[in-house]
């Protein structure tokens, strides 16, 4: 009882002498740690409380707090078996996730991410903005009367840094006439505001994306590729300003038609991403949905000047490389034909790729490139509850996957950790029986001959050998969800461990066979 005291006294002291400090050093100590630890800070005490959930200490940490990768793969059925939606996070080693991220249902599709907030498209009426830290969510309505015309693709989610204000933006078609088949109005709701507001584009301007080519908002700015026949590359990029709600078209830089092998792979892909804080474009040609030759990118250096710049030519990509692929941290990150996820170090602007120093992240199977998408993320503290007045932003209930077509999916996960448990208990009382099998046998062969003796501890080694090695803790995580990589692992360990415990019980009843065998055979010598 004393030493306990004596540590709350200590602890009571030491947090005296923290609290003396001036607030701005002890914001410059908070500054250092992760999201995770400061969360745990707030129950401190009152002080540190009020800093940490301060919104704009919330928004200076973010400039300290390091950067990882989300790899979204959206729900699905694949050989008849439906998954559902998850991701992995990579952190800055590249080292992946084992939980899955709790702020994203089985349905949800991921429309952005920006300072540690995701944007999630549901199946309902409402959009979630969820807290990727600390599982915040906050929903708001749809702008769509009709969930007919509502598509997870139509939505975007940014952040304006002068306004401080984040934006979710909606593609919208108005129908008329000259507008059939194309969207002409862009629909934005900032966080906190009470009704969406609809800005129309220049009858001039085509809003439509192309298909699976990504959407970048960079300072403020949304770019997005649209088609546009008369350019060398028969596309364009559309931007639209936040803040300025004000639409324009930038040219692509000229392609040079020696760097595409003619006859081959002649169908050209496009994204548009965000790499180091700039937007850029890249190109390759596809040869049966594998990408060939050269990969191309380039960085736009001036908005107003429209000036591109070559940021690097990747070659040798064929026949490895899928569509998927990523750039950050000083990598790109390529998806192997055989569904492996690889990364490669960024050697300078013009290089080539030896398949041999790749280094593999993850399988991807039994899912696959199809829909998959990646977005840079931090963990931050951005309270959500500054927005809850809004009217339309109401707060959310917990999340249980209730539906019925998911039934199976939660009664899988339940029955593999059944049977975690059922294995764990009979390793433990395995390892309950080799102690008294100890026991006993020093008890009944102490008057044997010391031949005898020798067989029988010799057998009863054996035995000990198949269970000697068996955990002592549950070996699978019981409080967390798993991600559908780290399932997928577990599956695989459940596997190798149930065929062991199963090599181990034919062998250590062989074992027994013989030691009885010794034993009835000194019984009979007495």
């Known amino acids: 009882m004393a030493s306990k005291t004596t ?3 200590q602890a009571g002291t030491e947090e005296s002498i923290i609290n003396c400090l001036p607030t701005e050093l002890i914001e410059h100590i908070f500054f250092s740690l992760p999201a995770s630890c400061l969360l745990q800070c707030t129950g401190v005490c009152k002080k540190w409380h009020k800093i940490i959930r301060d919104s704009q200490f919330a928004l200076a940490h973010l400039q300290h707090a390091p950067s990882c990768t989300l790899l979204f793969s959206p729900q699905g059925s694949i050989s008849g078996k439906l998954y559902p939606s998850d991701a992995v996070i990579f952190d800055e080693a590249w080292l992946p996730s084992k939980s899955a991220v709790p702020v994203i249902g089985p349905d949800d599709r991921i429309c952005g991410s920006c300072n540690g907030l995701l944007c999630l498209h549901t199946p309902t009426s409402m959009i979630k903005i969820a807290n990727l830290a600390t599982g915040e969510c906050l929903h708001l309505k749809k702008p769509t009367r009709s969930l007919k015309d509502d598509h997870f693709s139509f939505y975007r989610f940014g952040f304006h840094p002068a306004t401080k204000e984040y934006m979710v933006i909606h593609f919208f078609q108005k129908s008329s006439p000259l507008t059939v088949g194309r969207f002409n109005v862009i629909q934005v709701y900032t966080l906190g505001d009470e009704k969406w507001k609809d800005v129309v584009t220049p009858e001039s301007l085509s809003l439509n994306c192309v298909k699976n080519s990504g959407v970048a908002i960079v300072d403020g700015t949304m770019y997005w590729l649209a088609e546009d026949t008369g350019s060398d590359w028969q596309h364009v990029v559309m931007s639209f300003d936040l803040g300025k709600e004000s639409f324009a078209r930038i040219q692509l830089p ?21 790499i ?19 990969l191309q990118i380039w960085t736009l250096n001036g908005h107003a000047d429209q000036r591109w710049n070559q940021k690097y030519i ?19 990150v390529i998806q192997h034909h055989d569904s492996n996820l690889y990364s490669y170090e960024l050697l300078g602007k013009n290089f080539e790729i030896e398949l041999s120093k790749m280094a593999k992240l993850l399988d991807l199977r039994p899912r696959g490139e199809d829909g998959m998408q990646f977005y840079v993320c931090v963990k931050s503290l951005v309270p959500l509850d500054v927005y809850a007045k809004a009217a339309i932003v109401h707060r959310p209930k917990h999340l249980e996957w209730k539906l019925k077509k998911w039934e199976a999916w939660e009664q899988d996960r339940l029955m593999q950790e059944d049977v ?6 009979i390793e433990h009382e395995l390892m309950v029986l080799k102690q008294r099998m100890i026991l006993e046998v020093k008890e009944k062969t102490q008057h044997f001959p010391d031949e005898s003796q020798q067989r029988i501890n010799m057998e009863v080694d054996l ?10 803790q549950h070996p699978s995580p019981m409080l967390r969800r798993l991600n559908w990589v780290e399932t997928m692992q577990e599956r695989k360990k459940l596997a190798a461990r149930l065929e062991k415990l199963k090599v181990s019980y034919e062998a250590m009843g062989a074992s027994v066979d013989r030691a009885l065998s010794c034993v009835r055979a000194s019984d009979n010598l007495d």
Do not use: N
Not at 420 to 425: E, K, L, P, S
Not at 463 to 472: A, C, F, G, K, T
């Open 463 to 472: 035995i000990l050998q198949h269970m000697q090695d068996y955990p002592e």
């Open 7 to 9: 540590t709350r006294k």
């Open 276 to 294: 180091d804080g700039k937007v850029c474009v890249s190109t390759a040609q596809s040869l049966e949905g594998m990408l060939f030759g050269k």
């Open 314 to 332: 990747i070659h040798h990509l064929s026949p490895f490389a899928r569509g998927l692929h990523f750039v950050h941290g000083g990598k790109i």
């Open 420 to 425: 975690w448990r059922t294995m764990h208990q």
């Open 254 to 274: 000229a392609v040079d038609l020696e760097d595409w092998t003619v006859g081959i792979g002649d169908d050209r892909h496009y994204w548009i991403m965000e």
